[in-house]
T-cell receptor, first 110, second 119 residues
Framework: RKEVEQDPGPFNVPEGATVAFNCTYSNSASQSFFWYRQDCRKEPKLLMSVYSSGNEDGRFTAQLNRASQYISLLIRDSKLSDSATYLCVGGYNQGGKLIFGQGTELSVKP | EAGVTQFPSHSVIEKGQTVTLRCDPISGHDNLYWYRRVMGKEIKFLLHFVKESKQDESGMPNNRFLAERTGGTYSTLKVQPAELEDSGVYFC?????????????????FGPGTRLTVL
């Protein structure tokens, strides 16, 4: 079983739609969580950190449920530029290695 | 501020040859990481340097891989001899020294990667 599991998609949505990605992790020792975005043939870039209290950055909302070992990302009012692969990532120790999910591909269509 | 840079961007070699990948982290970042993405799989951790010391090398696949970070600045990852299964994209990332209570200091910034093809 992978340590971080995501639905690979693809998710095909129209502009303006709301889309939600889910992710589960198996190692309860994971201390920190992130969503990274990766465009085709580019490097991963941090989208946002994920906290138990939930956090929001513009159209993006992330949530962590430690009891269920579940992480979510909600994108509202999807833009064409949101098309990318979204990577769910866990970290063991602050400053230590990151554990990546396989990524969820999002395609926003006009 | 310059980001993480990697060289070369692409490398095509034959099985049995040697390849050396280079990573220059963001200036002042103590932490340097190597990751690899094999086609169809998730990005996987290889190792972590803190300055010039190996903090965690649990992800190194075997002894054909050798990473160094002399002087605590740039790092090299040598694969010798290369095998077909070593093909993939090798990413380097860096983060600054962790400051207690400052979550942003944990952020890892990734380089553009080196795409290695072993024929």
């Amino acid at each position: 079983r992978k340590e971080v599991e995501q639905d690979p998609g693809p998710f095909n949505v129209p502009e303006g739609a709301t889309v939600a990605f889910n992710c589960t992790y198996s190692n309860s020792a994971s201390q920190s969580f992130f969503w990274y975005r990766q465009d085709c043939r580019k490097e991963p870039k941090l989208l946002m950190s994920v906290y138990s209290s939930g956090n929001e950055d513009g159209r993006f909302t992330a949530q962590l449920n430690r009891a269920s070992q579940y992480i979510s990302l909600l994108i509202r009012d999807s833009k064409l530029s949101d098309s990318a692969t979204y990577l769910c990532v866990g970290g063991y120790n602050q400053g230590g290695k990151l554990i990546f999910g396989q990524g969820t591909e999002l395609s926003v269509k006009p | 501020e310059a980001g993480v840079t990697q060289f070369p961007s692409h490398s095509v070699i034959e099985k049995g040859q040697t390849v050396t990948l280079r990573c220059d982290p963001i200036s002042g970042h103590d932490n340097l990481y190597w990751y690899r993405r094999v086609m169809g799989k998730e990005i996987k951790f290889l190792l972590h340097f803190v300055k010039e010391s190996k903090q965690d090398e649990s992800g190194m696949p075997n002894n054909r891989f050798l990473a160094e970070r002399t002087g605590g600045t740039y790092s090299t990852l040598k694969v010798q001899p290369a095998e077909l299964e070593d093909s993939g994209v090798y990413f380097c990332a860096s983060s600054q020294r962790r400051l207690a209570g400052v979550a942003s200091t944990d952020t890892q910034y990734f380089g553009p990667g080196t795409r290695l093809t072993v024929l």
